[in-house]
């Protein structure tokens, strides 16, 4: 713990809500630089991620949580119970829900997982900056209904509209308590898993719906050379021959396009040159195996 002022305020706060409705863009948004990788498929986000926000009064940890959704396997399975028990585990709740659309059902889904809460839940209708501001009060209504909310905060995360006013509201709600991570720290996770989730940002991006939910990454060998160089060696773990054969392309094409474009977000990570060697190899069906999501580091013990 750290030295802070009277009055500092310090919390843990759980974004929760159907995949693909902007978790990790409003994550990467409050605390000021890209924490969580970000793709336009649902249930991107695997793992419970602690990112910092610190402030001179304040110092909020955000819980980026898995997509809730309906499992199809032991890793959707896992990666639910993650989501669901971030809830237990914070002073406040953040529900983030599409402006765009009326209430579904998954977002009641939600909503039922909340109401026994006595944590304050904030309702956040995200992408208010693809509709008239007319239909956000319409919106509300429709939401508003859905469980017991404190507050309710209308926000663009890509816009970065009504976030500053949100980082002021959560701040109210915290308790006075200390300062848990160094003030330049902004994510609790090493350097080797934001690699590989890079790597993995860039096989979502570049592949169909065939390939994204099916793939693993793992970096096995991370080395700084005496030029200054940084050697990295990570493997894409996918679990048929078919999908191994998109994710290389013809004649390399594709694995080398992730390779360039992982190279790229990576040096600017380390602020070091890198050399990213990629390799694919099949575990086949792996997202139902305990001891495959164990090595992967998406079976995650409590």
């Known amino acids: 713990m750290f030295n802070t002022p009277e009055g500092y305020r310090s919390g843990f706060v759980a974004l929760v809500g159907r995949p693909?409705?902007?978790?990790?863009?409003?994550?990467?948004?409050?605390?000021?630089?890209?924490?969580?990788?970000?793709?336009?498929?649902?249930?991107?986000?695997?793992?419970?991620?602690?990112?910092?926000?610190?402030?001179?009064?304040?110092?909020?940890?955000f819980l980026d949580t898995p997509g809730i959704h309906k499992p199809r396997h032991k890793l959707g399975e896992h990666l639910v119970d993650v989501a669901l028990g971030a809830l237990k585990e914070v002073d406040v709740v953040l529900f983030l829900a599409e402006a765009s659309d009326p209430p579904g059902a998954g977002d009641q889904y939600i909503a039922e997982q909340l109401k026994g809460l006595k944590t304050p839940v904030f309702l956040l209708l995200n992408k208010i900056d693809l509709i008239k501001k007319e239909e956000i009060l319409e919106r509300i209504h429709q939401y508003k209904d859905l469980a017991p909310f404190a507050e309710i905060v209308p926000v663009s995360a890509l816009a970065g509209e009504n976030v500053d006013r949100l980082i002021d509201v959560i701040i109210r709600y915290l308790p006075e308590g200390p300062q848990y991570y160094p003030a330049e720290m902004v994510t609790d996770r090493p350097e080797r898993f934001i690699m590989a989730e890079i790597v993995r940002e860039k096989v979502l991006h570049l592949t169909s719906e065939e390939i994204p939910h099916s793939v693993a990454v793992v970096v096995e060998q991370m080395q700084k050379r005496s030029n200054g160089l940084v050697a990295v060696n990570a493997v894409i773990y996918t679990e048929r021959d078919s999908q191994k054969a998109i994710l290389i392309g013809k004649g390399g094409k594709m694995l080398k396009e992730v390779g360039r474009r992982a190279r790229e977000e990576i040096e600017n990570l380390l602020g070091s040159k890198v050399y990213l060697e990629l390799w694919v190899k099949v575990k086949k069906d792996w997202r139902n195996k305990v001891g495959d999501l164990k090595n992967f580091g998406l079976f995650e013990e409590e």
């Open 20 to 61: 693909n409705v902007g978790k990790s863009t409003l994550l990467n948004k409050l605390v000021g630089q890209k924490v969580a990788i970000m793709s336009d498929k649902p249930q991107t986000t695997r793992h419970k991620i602690h990112s910092v926000l610190s402030r001179n009064d304040a110092q909020i940890i």
